[in-house]
């Protein structure tokens, strides 16, 4: 699940940063959406660490437990799913209010 988390972090800051710098393109040179997005990236660092803590406790033996396969990919799943999608999800929830305001 580590490398799952790490590789998820990696992914998650590199869509952050890409989608954001596409959506704050052209708008003033504000540094309130550079600030957003150290808070977003320092945000799901916790998040991801919880993830990993629920499987590291396992030795090698334990971790190899075809009981403990669904429960895995579920976890696996997840960080994938949180780390492709949150970015897309944040930035267009951060636009809609935007034009709201």
């Known amino acids: 699940m ?3 988390v790490a590789y998820g972090l ?9 989608v954001t710098m596409q ?5 003033s040179g504000s540094m309130l959406p550079m600030l957003a997005l150290v808070v977003l990236v320092a945000a799901i660092i916790p998040l991801f660490r919880r993830f ?4 590291e406790h396992l ?3 334990a971790a190899a437990d075809p009981a403990l396969k669904g429960a895995y990919r579920r976890d696996q ?4 799913a949180l780390a492709i999608g ?7 929830l ?3 209010a935007a034009t709201l305001f």
């Open 52 to 55: 990993e803590r629920h499987w």
């Open 86 to 92: 949150l970015p897309f999800l944040l930035t267009g």
């Open 77 to 80: 799943f997840a960080v994938w």
């Open 10 to 18: 990696l992914v998650y800051t590199a869509l952050q940063i890409f």
């Open 59 to 61: 030795d090698d033996t």
């Open 94 to 96: 951060f636009k809609g």
């Open 23 to 27: 959506a704050i393109e052209g708008d």
């Open 2 to 4: 580590s490398d799952n």
